[in-house]
């Protein structure tokens, strides 16, 4: 059983940047790939990013590619999305999640309850 909880988000000028973190409750966080989805209001759940459990492997949303970070630290069972270069268009509640290593929402077991991330333009 895992529990997450997002923090960071926030308003930030376009071209800016920010950094999202998700501390996760449960000694098997390490078991798990952690991934970043995002909803903005009228718009589907949308992937952003995800991590292999043992942090060798990243795939981004190609909307985010070289733009966006994912990163995790097992040690401090703590997952973080940092994000640069920020556009209007990221405006959206960011979700953690943990499960496989996928971009489809579904295969995800565990969902942090979001934080709000708003770029103005």
């Known amino acids: 059983q895992v529990q997450l909880v997002e923090s960071g988000g926030g308003l930030v000028q376009a071209g800016g940047s920010l950094r999202l973190s998700c501390a996760a409750s449960?000694?098997?966080?390490?078991?798990?790939?952690m991934g970043w989805f995002r909803q903005a209001p009228g718009k589907e759940r949308e992937f952003v990013a995800t991590?292999?459990?043992?942090?060798?492997?990243?795939y981004y949303a190609d909307s985010v590619k070289g733009r966006f970070t994912i990163s995790r630290d097992n040690a401090k069972n703590t997952v973080y999305l940092q994000m640069n270069s920020l556009k209007p268009e990221d405006t959206a509640v960011y979700y953690c999640a943990g499960g496989y290593y996928s971009s489809i929402w579904k295969e995800y077991a565990y969902w942090g309850q979001g934080t709000q991330v708003t770029v103005s333009s």
């Open positions: 449960g000694r098997t966080f390490s078991s798990y790939a």
């Open positions: 991590i292999h459990w043992n942090g060798g492997s990243t």
